[in-house]
């Protein structure tokens, strides 16, 4: 985006399909202009921000872990992050990455537009991310800080650079991600991007390949089947709740040609974790990760209580939307004729699909949500924590 017109359609757009999207807002001056008229605004407030440092944050709720966070991180950040994780010296510098978020409600107006549900739209002018340009210095701080997991994001980021700069930039970051230790897994968390070209490179033998897990939500999932052409990929956007036997096609089509479905395989890309605002789904290619049931059961968790800002579930708090009864693909033969209900006794199910398995759950939808920010993070890294590498 270049311009406030062009913030205001691309707002419109999203809000009109209460659809979460995130853009880059290329004019610098312009957006400090905006940034600096929000701050100002009463009530006005800052919290932790960007895909990464959610995750951290997220991740050390629970007892006994420590975070290294490598990011463009300014004096307010760092006083708004947790104690338990540790920024790197080349981390920090004298001025924040600011990210204006515009969150409504289900029902609520923005001239002639009414959300149909309670979502964000996020856009920033980036510099340090843009760049992607603390990847050395996380790379280099691994040996030290010993890692269990290493989970990525930003690449999104990187959309708005000039094609020549942006190739080769990815090209360096793969380069780094394959001197990481093949012992540690690597997750990968994408975002809202526009570009079919880049996706495609990403997808390719630049990034996808070489990490082990992937986090996405509907609009990255089927971005993804239109750049690589693959099922539904003529479909331009989904028509309310995404289909689920659509889904795991795509998941499906997604582990088939670009993750490790045979030993021998290149790829080490094995778990891919999906999540709407109605149901997640998680598909892992057997022999590489255990207890997913609980994975993906507790991302749904997570959504629910971020979402209502409470520490529990307090069921008169929610409500269900996802298909009581569905059929898990609409390209396999045999899975067409089957059909999974779901039953308060029975929420999560799992289903096989050559040598992948499917784990589905129904989320607890607020109805009345504080914060819809960074949900798909805390999704992404509650299943994480309850993942089992194997």
Same mark, same amino acid.
């Given at each position: 985006?270049?311009?406030?017109?062009?913030?205001?359609?691309?707002?419109?757009?999203? %809000?009109?399909?209460?659809?979460?999207?995130?853009?880059?807002?290329?004019?610098?001056?312009?957006?400090?202009?905006?940034?600096?008229?929000?701050?100002?605004?009463?009530?006005?407030?800052?919290?932790?921000?960007?895909?990464?440092?959610?995750?951290?944050?997220?991740?050390?709720?629970?007892?006994?872990?420590?975070?290294?966070?490598?990011?463009?991180?300014? !004096?307010k950040?760092?006083?708004?992050?947790?104690?338990r994780?540790?920024?790197?010296?080349?981390? +920090?510098?004298?001025?924040?990455?600011?990210?204006?978020?515009?969150?409504?409600?289900?029902?609520?107006?923005?001239?002639?537009?009414?959300?149909?549900?309670?979502?964000?739209?996020?856009?920033?002018?980036?510099?340090?991310?843009?760049?992607?340009?603390?990847?050395?210095?996380?790379?280099?701080?691994?040996?030290?800080?010993?890692?269990?997991?290493?989970?990525?994001?930003?690449?999104?980021?990187?959309?708005?650079?000039?094609?020549? %700069?942006?190739?080769?930039?990815?090209?360096?970051?793969?380069?780094?991600?394959?001197?990481?230790?093949?012992?540690?897994?690597?997750?990968?968390?994408?975002? *809202?991007?526009?570009? !079919?070209?880049?996706?495609?490179?990403?997808?390719?033998?630049?990034?996808?390949? =070489?990490?082990?897990?992937?986090?996405?939500?509907?609009?990255? /999932?089927?971005?993804?089947?239109?750049?690589? /052409?693959?099922?539904?990929?003529?479909? @331009?956007?989904?028509?309310?709740?995404?289909?689920?036997?659509?889904? *795991?096609?795509? &998941?499906?089509?997604?582990?088939?040609?670009?993750?490790?479905?045979?030993?021998?395989s290149d790829?080490?890309?094995?778990?891919?974790?999906?999540h709407? /605002?109605?149901?997640?789904? +998680?598909?892992?290619?057997?022999?590489?990760?255990?207890?997913?049931?609980?994975?993906?059961?507790?991302?749904a968790? @997570?959504?629910?209580?971020?979402?209502?800002?409470?520490?529990?579930?307090?069921?008169?708090?929610?409500?269900?939307?996802?298909?009581?009864?569905?059929?898990?693909?609409?390209?396999?033969?045999?899975?067409?004729?089957?059909?999974?209900?779901?039953? !308060?006794?029975? !929420?999560?199910?799992?289903?096989?699909?050559?040598?992948?398995?499917?784990y589905?759950?129904?989320? +607890?939808?607020?109805?009345?949500? &504080?914060?819809?920010v960074?949900?798909?993070?805390? =999704?992404?890294?509650?299943? /994480?924590?309850?993942?089992?590498?194997?």
């Open positions: 985006m270049n311009s406030s017109e062009q913030l205001q359609d691309t707002f419109a757009h999203f %809000m009109d399909r209460g659809a979460a999207a995130e853009r880059l807002f290329a004019d610098r001056d312009a957006f400090l202009s905006i940034a600096q008229t929000a701050s100002v605004q009463p009530g006005a407030k800052h919290f932790v921000g960007g895909n990464a440092a959610l995750i951290g944050h997220k991740m050390v709720t629970h007892s006994n872990l420590s975070v290294l966070l490598c990011g463009p991180v300014g !004096p950040l760092h006083e708004l992050l947790d104690d994780i540790i920024v790197p010296p080349e981390s +920090l510098q004298e001025v924040d990455e600011y990210h204006l978020i515009l969150e409504y409600q289900a029902g609520e107006s923005w001239g002639e537009i009414k959300a149909p549900q309670a979502n964000r739209f996020i856009f920033s002018h980036d510099v340090s991310n843009n760049e992607m340009n603390m990847m050395e210095a996380f790379v280099g701080s691994l040996e030290e800080f010993n890692p269990e997991l290493i989970v990525l994001s930003g690449l999104h980021m990187m959309e708005g650079q000039e094609k020549e %700069m942006r190739e080769k930039r990815l090209q360096e970051i793969g380069l780094l991600i394959s001197e990481i230790s093949n012992e540690v897994p690597i997750h990968l968390e994408l975002a *809202s991007m526009t570009d !079919p070209a880049y996706m495609t490179d990403i997808l390719h033998q630049q990034i996808l390949p =070489i990490v082990n897990s992937v986090g996405l939500n509907e609009q990255e /999932l089927l971005f993804i089947s239109q750049s690589g /052409l693959g099922p539904y990929s003529s479909q @331009a956007s989904w028509d309310g709740i995404p289909d689920v036997g659509k889904v *795991s096609d795509i &998941i499906f089509w997604m582990l088939q040609n670009y993750g490790r479905i045979e030993p021998e790829s080490d890309l094995t778990r891919i974790h999906f709407t /605002l109605a149901y997640h789904i +998680l598909a892992t290619v057997d022999g590489y990760w255990a207890n997913q049931m609980s994975a993906v059961a507790a991302g968790r @997570a959504a629910g209580i971020q979402a209502c800002g409470g520490p529990t579930i307090d069921h008169r708090k929610f409500i269900l939307k996802a298909p009581r009864e569905f059929s898990p693909s609409w390209t396999d033969d045999s899975l067409k004729r089957v059909k999974i209900v779901l039953t !308060p006794t029975d !929420p999560v199910h799992m289903w096989q699909r050559e040598n992948i398995s499917f589905f759950t129904p989320v +607890l939808i607020c109805k009345h949500p &504080i914060r819809t960074g949900l798909g993070d805390a =999704i992404s890294a509650e299943g /994480l924590l309850y993942s089992e590498l194997q």
